[in-house]
């Protein structure tokens, strides 16, 4: 039985250019890296070096991240990041939306979709408690809504868990509409107010089998195809070197995979190549 596509979320590595990103994913054996580019400019010069230092990797280039839809807003942001998937390579462009109107919301969604249809990128919406998209649910249906073929939904095992939606609600959708998720760890107990609700989100998250999270039941509800990232945006972690914390990243992934019977060998869809092909590699 082959394994998903694994990939480091751009927030595992916070505070890491993007080259030791790559060198980082590369070194702990990930098949695919995510890049945040909402606050950073990229040159030519520097999107074309970091697209060579993947090739050589043998990384692919899961997500760029974020577009935030909000109300008066123009998509000069969301260009600018497909921009910078395109030359990069990216499968899929994340999306969340701080517009309360949901109709708005799709239409946004829907013109961001047909911008990234030609770079060929897929654009996929993230529900959080304390956006404007705060259920699975509310996320399928303004996907659906927006009418463009292509869109998908992100699930997060965080904001699953303290959205209030359950692993098994998945199996109500199209499976195609969650191409890849995102997996991290948290206690049980879930903070009541929006705010901390978004200070857990960024700075307080656990490795996958550190929390209380029942991820071994999302892991089964999750399409077989469904990649996985892992986003673990942690103070604690932010003090380690990122090779250090992918190494870690990946043996906790690990782990939790071998609990489900999960394989060694990847999908090569995003082009990743074997990890313990790639681990070999980085001794040489």
């Given at each position: 039985?082959g394994?998903?596509?694994l990939?480091?979320?751009?927030?595992t590595?916070r505070g890491?250019e993007p080259?030791?990103?790559v060198?980082?994913?590369?070194?702990?054996?990930?098949d695919?890296?995510g890049?945040?580019?909402?606050h950073r400019e990229m040159s030519?010069?520097?999107?074309t070096?970091?697209?060579?230092r993947?090739?050589?990797?043998?990384?692919s280039?899961?997500?760029?991240e974020?577009?935030?839809?909000a109300p008066g807003?123009?998509?000069?942001?969301?260009k600018?990041?497909?921009s910078y998937?395109?030359?990069l390579?990216?499968?899929h462009?994340?999306v969340v939306s701080?517009?309360?109107?949901?109709?708005?919301?799709?239409?946004?969604?829907?013109?961001?979709?047909?911008?990234?249809?030609g770079?060929?990128i897929?654009?996929?919406?993230e529900?959080?408690?304390?956006?404007?998209v705060?259920?699975l649910?509310r996320?399928v249906d303004?996907v659906?809504?927006?009418?463009?073929?292509g869109?998908?939904v992100?699930?997060d095992?965080l904001?699953?868990?303290?959205c209030?939606?359950?692993a098994?609600d998945?199996?109500?959708?199209?499976?195609?509409?969650?191409?890849y998720?995102?997996?991290?760890?948290?206690?049980?107990?879930?903070?009541r107010?929006r705010?901390?609700?978004?200070?857990?989100?960024?700075?307080?998250?656990l490795?996958?089998?550190?929390g209380?999270?029942?991820?071994?039941?999302?892991l089964s509800?999750?399409?077989?195809a469904?990649?996985?990232?892992i986003?673990?945006?942690?103070?604690?972690?932010d003090?380690l070197?990122?090779m250090i914390?992918?190494?870690?990243?990946?043996q906790?992934?690990?782990?939790?995979?071998?609990?489900?019977?999960?394989?060694?060998?990847?999908?090569?869809?995003?082009?990743?190549?074997?990890?313990?092909?790639?681990?070999?590699?980085?001794?040489?």
């Amino acid at each position: 039985m082959g394994t998903r596509v694994l990939s480091i979320a751009a927030g595992t590595l916070r505070g890491t250019e993007p080259v030791e990103m790559v060198a980082s994913a590369e070194h702990a054996g990930f098949d695919a890296v995510g890049f945040g580019f909402e606050h950073r400019e990229m040159s030519s010069r520097e999107l074309t070096q970091l697209s060579q230092r993947l090739a050589d990797a043998e990384i692919s280039v899961i997500d760029v991240e974020v577009v935030r839809i909000a109300p008066g807003d123009d998509n000069e942001a969301a260009k600018r990041l497909i921009s910078y998937g395109s030359a990069l390579g990216a499968k899929h462009l994340l999306v969340v939306s701080n517009d309360d109107d949901a109709s708005r919301t799709a239409d946004r969604f829907a013109e961001i979709c047909e911008i990234a249809a030609g770079a060929g990128i897929r654009p996929v919406l993230e529900f959080m408690a304390f956006t404007s998209v705060t259920s699975l649910g509310r996320a399928v249906d303004i996907v659906g809504r927006s009418g463009v073929p292509g869109g998908g939904v992100l699930v997060d095992s965080l904001h699953l868990a303290r959205c209030g939606d359950l692993a098994a609600d998945i199996a109500q959708y199209p499976p195609e509409l969650f191409p890849y998720a995102q997996i991290c760890d948290a206690p049980a107990q879930s903070p009541r107010e929006r705010e901390l609700l978004a200070h857990e989100a960024r700075h307080e998250r656990l490795m996958p089998g550190e929390g209380d999270l029942l991820l071994t039941d999302l892991l089964s509800a999750l399409p077989s195809a469904t990649s996985l990232s892992i986003e673990v945006l942690s103070d604690d972690l932010d003090g380690l070197p990122a090779m250090i914390r992918a190494s870690r990243t990946m043996q906790v992934t690990r782990r939790l995979l071998e609990s489900i019977g999960e394989g060694e060998t990847p999908d090569p869809s995003l082009g990743g190549v074997g990890r313990e092909q790639v681990q070999e590699k980085g001794r040489r």
